[in-house]
């Protein structure tokens, strides 16, 4: 396998312990060896944002793409610091049949598993058009909209909270979809909350994930676009990660299974790594 080994660091990163260049690029090489990957070549985009995708070595590496079979970085973050520049580029690696590898998150498609992850990070970009087609089945209450500000909460999973507004957390967007698609395809919230912990997969607060907290994303309009205030939903402009036609029904068979007081799966989820 060769790798395409890619090192970034903005004006504020170059401060920030283990971040520098250089050490980016050891533990990189030192990945490759143990894996048995060849390196392709480097590419060091040195004071550039992550999220701009008009980098120079950034532009050059995907260049240079019949060179390598996977992109390696150190970290999502490196790659990109928004959602819907990394999905594009997973679409174009997928043009290309090439992979992608990030070490501290554990992302890699160069397995089964890690296809299954990196797909549900890729169907964040297509979320926001479906919002077309789609709405919450619920009142809105758009005079209520300018006066929110800050939230008034703790940052919610998948989010964290910049200046008053919602900015995606890479490390956690994919997460939200593989819970909603767990409970769609039949698991109960305490599977979903074991398969989460035997993965390792911190919550929020970084402890284990409890069916309470499950429950909260599946009930939590705010992943597809909307907030509760005042006994109504809000529309909110942040980027959202699911569509609220899976928001609906998601709500709908929860109704659905308390009714039937079941609280069994119907289909068991086959186990798939998320990290």
């Given at each position: 396998m060769r790798a395409a080994i890619y090192a970034r660091v903005s004006t504020d990163?170059?401060?920030?312990?283990?971040?520098?260049?250089?050490?980016?690029l050891k533990r990189l090489h030192a990945y490759c060896k143990a894996k048995g990957w060849d390196?392709?070549?480097e590419y060091v985009d040195d004071g550039y944002s992550g999220r701009d995708t008009d980098?120079?070595?950034?532009?050059r590496m995907m260049g240079d793409k019949d060179g390598w079979d996977v992109l390696l970085v150190l970290k999502m973050d490196r790659i990109h610091r928004n959602s819907r520049n990394f999905a594009q580029m997973m679409d174009d690696l997928g043009k290309w049949k090439k992979q992608f590898s990030s070490m501290q998150e554990k992302?890699?498609?160069?397995?089964?598993?890690?296809?299954?992850?990196?797909?549900?990070?890729?169907?964040?970009?297509?979320?926001?058009?479906?919002?077309?087609?789609?709405?919450?089945?619920?009142?809105?209450?758009?005079?209520a909209k300018k006066g929110?500000?800050?939230?008034?909460?703790?940052?919610?999973y998948g989010y964290e909270i910049v200046d008053g507004k919602l900015v995606v957390r890479d490390s956690e967007a994919g997460v939200v979809p593989y819970i909603y698609q767990s409970y769609m395809r039949g698991c109960t919230l305490d599977q979903i909350?074991?398969?989460?912990?035997?993965?390792?997969?911190?919550?929020?607060?970084?402890?284990?994930?409890s069916k309470q907290a499950v429950s909260r994303i599946l009930r939590n309009p705010l992943y597809c676009g909307?907030?509760?205030?005042?006994?109504?939903?809000?529309?909110?402009?942040?980027?959202?990660?699911?569509s609220p036609g899976a928001y609906d029904m998601v709500q709908e068979m929860m109704v659905e299974r308390r009714r039937n007081s079941a609280g069994q799966s119907?289909?068991?989820?086959?186990?798939?790594e998320i990290g």
């Open positions: 990163d170059q401060a920030r312990e283990g971040f520098s260049i250089p050490a980016q390196v392709a070549g980098r120079p070595h950034y532009r992302f890699d498609t160069t397995s089964a598993m890690g296809r299954f992850v990196m797909d549900i990070i890729q169907r964040i970009a297509q979320l926001e058009s479906e919002q077309t087609g789609e709405r919450v089945k619920v009142g809105m209450l758009q005079k929110l500000g800050h939230l008034g909460s703790p940052d919610p909350a074991q398969e989460l912990n035997r993965r390792e997969v911190p919550s929020k607060k970084g402890g284990a994930w909307y907030i509760q205030w005042d006994g109504n939903l809000i529309h909110l402009d942040h980027y959202v990660l699911i119907h289909h068991r989820l086959e186990a798939v």
